[in-house]
């Protein structure tokens, strides 16, 4: 998979991090948020902020009872990745090859990704905020992916 590197002005990140400590993929709405790490859109992968730099995507207060990773999952921890709302079935696949990319760069499984709404209870990505949804569309085809790999 390519990616297209379209780096930000480093005024849009914040400071430099270790990748070893990365132990979760995010997943948000694009909407008015801080630049994410990576951009799915039009068919393509865009790389908005460098991985060893923290991006501000995963900021915020606790909004409901669903933010249970808040608090765990932070920007010092995590990778993100934003996306459309109306995702075309072309860049729902290539999102899946680059979190497939990301959980083999820093050693993850599936269950290591999440969404935005998992860590503030706000609803992002709208596309999945339905569990179930998340679970068939995102995280029990990135098992699929893996079982021929770790067999």
Request: net charge negative; with cysteine; aromatic share 6%.
């Given at each position: 998979m390519k990616i297209e590197k379209k780096i930000t002005d480093a005024c849009?990140?914040?400071?430099?991090?270790?990748?070893?400590?990365?132990?979760?993929?995010?997943?948000?709405?694009?909407?008015?948020?801080?630049?994410?790490?990576?951009?799915?859109?039009?068919?393509?992968?865009?790389?908005i902020v460098p991985d060893n730099m923290m991006s501000a995507t995963v900021n915020g207060a606790r909004l409901s009872k669903d933010g249970v990773y808040h608090g765990i999952c932070t920007k010092y921890n995590s990778v993100s990745i934003g996306?459309?709302?109306?995702?075309?079935?072309?860049?729902?696949?290539?999102?899946?090859?680059?979190?497939?990319?990301?959980?083999q760069r820093y050693?993850?499984?599936?269950?290591?990704?999440?969404?935005?709404k998992d860590i503030?209870?706000?609803?992002?990505?709208?596309?999945?905020?339905?569990?179930?949804k998340w679970t068939d569309d995102v995280i029990n085809k990135l098992n699929d992916m893996l079982n021929p790999i770790r067999e």
């Open positions: 849009n990140y914040g400071d430099k991090r270790n990748t070893g400590d990365i132990k979760y993929v995010v997943l948000l709405d694009l909407g008015e948020r801080p630049t994410p790490h990576y951009h799915v859109s039009g068919d393509k992968v865009y790389q996306i459309n709302n109306n995702l075309s079935d072309k860049d729902s696949e290539l999102c899946l090859h680059l979190i497939m990319t990301l959980l050693d993850l499984r599936p269950d290591d990704v999440i969404r935005l503030t209870g706000e609803i992002s990505p709208e596309i999945w905020e339905d569990n179930n």
